[in-house]
């Protein structure tokens, strides 16, 4: 088809951009945003990816040693969940997929709620109150389930936010690669522009769905384009990149905050973890890929540039460690002391209130007391 | 009291509770300007405005989903799905989410929502628009499941939905939608949920039933009435969670129990409550508890869905059968 | 977002085309295509878009006289079924939505066949053997969802093509601008792909989805953009202009032919009737905005083109009116004289065998003969 | 005869089909290379190459319809879904299309697919992971659900699905899958469909289960036996059509009955199976029928999932209370 053509005209034209600031080899492209030349903010920042890692790790320890029940790692993702931490704002509604612990510890997670969900504990998801978590979403299992949540809660904040004449909270969704191809994700995406809503998509694509390579779950050459679908902006940027990943991020929550609608953001990442502990990605993936993919690590090059601006010292990385693995050993011991809840805490968030039909079934269980394979 | 027919008491109660309660809003497809391929929504547009009368894509999932957001941030969202065939694609949405965000953040976030659908067959509508959803829900853990079978009950039903801090699947009889009328009283007040309502009182036979099948049982009661025979009338009204108490009672009177349904007889709701009653109302049973039902078929065309769904006929041939077994 | 920002790269760009070539003024834009030049064809056509036509004046009329359950036009779209109908070879499979008669006669779906569906009878999806549509699916009601059957059928042809060493099948979904929003529709537009599958996907964009215009559907701009979140060529086309359908309809299952994989036709159109007969459009839509529609109405202007190139006369057009009256006529009246099915039928194609602990309930329904209300 | 487990069997009764039938195909995520999230079609990539192994995107209303697509050109499609919690995005696909094409073509299209999925919950998995979905497809008409409960059963009922000319939903037990081992062998040979089990003959009680809980219940009348209570066992096996002529054979004798079953209680399957009871086996009935069934709750995350799983001490307790109502 050429334009050429007198019967044929071009209706609409559509670009995909991709950004990356900070290089796996610690150069950076074009000019630095201005978080970027805060040292607090770079370094909290490092901070929080660290511990990620930290955190990543010893719940994979957990796990491995039977204290802990199935876990996604982040290992290799950290940029994205720090800089959704960092970007959105305390009033802001964050309803993740599960690998984005660094932006739910920023809004005030504890580690030992996540551990707790892990470990098969509903107590997990209940997040503290006064922090932001209090009013996010807890993990979501159902691949992609979760996002057309956000058409909802946007539709509702902005309903709420225009008629108190006070700012507009943004709603950010993640989820993966694999997760676009739910028509969940689609449903969500197609009719968020219809009300101009307040919201983020961010598409964690760290080229795998358990064993599926990103580019067996779609014809589309990258997942931005998806947003195409729902006139949605979509755009690229280097998940691995903390520096490009938050501007690209904040840009587009600027975006949403001033009534500009909807976003899709697709994050380039590498899984370099299994999919779960309960996977073995030796099956399926070369361990060559996995070792490349190493070189272009969020930290890493990171640290490196961090460390040639004079922002971090080793000095900074031995006090980081010490304190971000007592934290981590911390959230591991307070987790291991939970008291367990008793059995009939199973009917107790049912409903508001349990239904008088079903209360014989409580009391069956509460005069049973507690079962052998349980905790 | 104006005169008014069931759907007209479900339009009734959504200007109502709208009125009375800036946090509702509706959703769902061609609910605005069109009112609904019902008329349920007739007139919300002009009265509460876009924002609250929500015009969705064509999208039950979707729809689902949005109600599910909305009511986590304190909307309570009422969500129409245009027939109850096409709430299939609400059901993983409901099972997996709405019925579980209260239990799994342990009362942190809750969906305070309603998915109206119209359902049930009769009306020679097109394929798909005749489907009976309720065990479908009913199954469901965490929600609730209501049915009402009058006017005066659609209204004082769908305001307790509303009202209802935890997710309601409501599902209105599509042909009692127009068939009769009823003085309601537009007074704002909810009935209870979780209980079943005694229509009639009777002392030989219990006929229990919800939903459209309410009208053929309560034509049955009266045909029975006229040879003789006390058939008390219970409506289920709330199927989920089930008011076994009321029909065990009712039972132990009784000794004799028909059970009329629409829905596919296997594994409908039905067999719960015949369940239940060969658990609890075993030794007052005097005869076997029979069920009326749909068959196990695909709901068929117009031209054929008589023959599937239950009547007066095979009403009466269930409980004559049950007097055989069990004279008075 | 610019490309002269150093950190920012152009990745992908895609161009949405329009093709007319008929304008309602019946002039032409460009080149005829080869079977536009051979005037059996162009009056085969013709004469399919008017049987569509009177074919829907009928059954409407049945309708209103209560002979008929609730019908769904074709009014103002007969082009996309008669370009379908006329391009797809016996072979190729179609997956319809429900306007799409012109296509269905075509395939040789007996017009009384349409009139039992939607006359509550199933035997009117139950398409004679010998013709094309014999393999073909039925009308889908629940809207959208048959769409991504598509992808199993043409998994199964390419496979079996393949195999036989013979001419791809190619398969045609259809579905209008309201089913493009629920995710049916886009697991099958993000999934063909992969496979590379000869699918067509035909969205009817009727500007209507009973009452909700296309533009409160999705925020895209066109729906032909939808096929870019699969990777799929996506392109519009003015439906109401039976040759560009056609051309633009035969190019892409060419492509699909010689294994380009699959394509996204937006045939733009409109609604003239009603949604259905159980609807009133005057509740929601501007009479002005039929009447201007009917002036671009694909009869009209084809008809005149075919008058000016010397293609049609009054005395074709009156001997064409008095047959397909008269075909439609007989359509009308074998619906009538159909014999009942006895009411036991529910259980005859429920499985290829009736379970035994199910005879009792056929034996009951047998035993109870006609029902009142029934038929 | 090779001693295997339950999910051995599934993968030899897949590796037998496939090769005896080059029309058989499987589908599903991480199927391929990776063999399945629990090895269940290990091998068939190498040996039957990616054409008939299909490695599909992550929809799972995408793998429902992909299997009726292939199905209806003559493709036997047997698709795997990675865990039954998410088999809901199927649902609507296979009530409104592959239930159904049969029926409404009268015979002109059909839909000989299976669809797999581990059910129901035990091994700790995370959350989403340990539904019980039988009842749910149960209820829908033209289609098949078996569940098998031994190695044998799996490959014998699997074979008999993949051959069945209509839809089956096949929900493999996950806790069984490497609980125990038994001799099968590779014969080709489908059990078969649409009948009960019985799995050891008894005179005093009939226990009915299926799938993971069959485990429970078999140990249970072990437990009986050793107390000198002869418990008859039936495994359902096909819940869906349901061989009620065998139960109520067994009842006749044995005139008590505890039906055991993990998914929620309300109208779940062992409520099919009590109706049916209370309707044409009253009168053999000495006792009340009791259901031990997982509570209507969501089922727990792993730290509680022991809480809500029915078990041997739960089935023991309902079995006394029949024999103390109608003791031997
Ligand atoms: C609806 C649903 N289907 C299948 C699964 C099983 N499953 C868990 S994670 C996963 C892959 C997800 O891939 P992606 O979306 O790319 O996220 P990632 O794990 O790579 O972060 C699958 C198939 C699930 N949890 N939910
Ligand atoms: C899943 C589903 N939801 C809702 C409906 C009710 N319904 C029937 S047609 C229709 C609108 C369809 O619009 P579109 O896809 O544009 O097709 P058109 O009727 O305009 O050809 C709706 C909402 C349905 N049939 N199926
Ligand atoms: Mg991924
Ligand atoms: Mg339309």
Redesign the interface.
Known sequence: ?T?T?????????????????LNPDASI???LPAFARDPQQLRAMYALMVQTRLFDKKAVALQRTGQL??FAAALGQEAIGVAIGHALKQDDVFIPAYREYGAQFARGVPMSDILL???????G???PQGTAA?HD??LS??????V??????????Q??DRKAGREARVVLASCGD???????F???V?????W?LPIIFLVNNNQW????RSS???????F???G?????NG??VDGNDII?MRLVLERAIQRARNGE??SLIEAITYRLHDHTT??DAR??RPEEEVQAAWERCPIKRYKAWLEAQGHWTAADEETLISEGTASVEAAAQAFRNVT??P?E???D????TL????QW?RDE?AARGP????? | MPNITLIEAINLALHSEMQRDESVVVLGEDIGRNGGVFRATLGLLDTYGEERVIDTPLAETLVAAMAIGLSTQGVKAVAEIQFSGFLYPCVDQVVNHAARYRNRTRGRLSCPMVIRAPNSGGIHAPEHHSESLETTFAHMPGIRVVAPSSPSRAYGLLLAAIRDPDPVIFLEPTRLYRLFKQPVEDNGEALELDVCYIDREGSDITLVSWGAMMHDTRLAADQLAEEGISAEVIDLATLKPLDMATILQSVAKTGRCVLVSESPRAGGWASEVAANLAEHGLLTLFAPVMRVAGYDTIMPLAKMERVYIPDVERILKEVRKVFEIAPK
Chains 1, 3 share one sequence.
């Open positions: 088809m334009t053509d007198p019967a044929t005209r071009k209706v609409a034209s559509y670009d995909i951009y991709y950004t990356q600031i492209n074009g000019e029940g199935t969900y892990w470990g098969g504990d509903e107590r998801m209940d997040y209090y979403f807890p299992v159902p691949i992609s389930t979760h057309p949540h956000a058409i909802g809660v946007a539709y509702a904040t309903m709420q694999g997760a676009t191809s739910k028509g969940d689609y449903e969500a197609s009719s968020a522009k219809v101009n769905a358990i064993s599926m067996r779950q779609t014809g589309a050459q990258t931005a384009q998806k195409l679908a729902g006139g949605i755009e690229q490009a609608g909807p309960a996977d099956r399926y367990p809840e059995p805490a199973i009917f968030h049912l409903y508001a239904p008088k039909s079903m079934q269980v079962v052998k394979g349980g905790h």
